[in-house]
């Protein structure tokens, strides 16, 4: 009767340990760097898309409409910052829109006032 017990005991603290939930990671979404990351990204998305956030486009209903389904079914996309360009990116690929300009990787001033870009 012991080791049924026991047995019992066992399965029941595994299966516990089993369905757990992980740690919350809502304390990332609330960091200042998160929100200003996410900010750089909007604007990004922005300067690819300018219709990203002009409302009566078909970018921005595709986008809205997509940002309602990832926080229903895929929250796990807002735990990096760059979503907006995901998104952004995302949407205007099944729409056939092409970026107003190509994202720059990083861009320097140089002396005369030019650009540098380094990829």
């Known amino acids: 009767m ?16 089993a ?4 740690p919350c990671k809502s304390s990332v979404k609330t960091d200042a760097n998160y929100a200003k990351a996410v900010q750089v990204s909007t604007a990004r998305a922005i300067a690819m898309f300018p219709d990203y956030d002009t409302e009566g486009t078909s970018l921005h209903q595709a ?6 389904w990832q ?13 907006p360009e995901r998104i952004a990116k995302a949407c205007a690929a099944l729409l056939g829109i092409e970026p107003a300009r190509p994202m720059q990787a990083s861009a ?12």
């Open 19 to 22: 369905t757990a939930k992980p």
């Open 108 to 119: 320097s001033s140089t002396a005369d006032g030019s650009q540098n870009v380094s990829r």
């Open 63 to 68: 986008v809205q409409e997509e940002l309602e």
């Open 71 to 83: 926080k229903k079914h895929n929250p796990a996309t807002f735990d990096q910052p760059d979503w």
């Open 2 to 17: 012991k080791i049924i017990l026991i047995v019992f005991v066992c399965l029941a603290a595994c299966l516990a340990e």
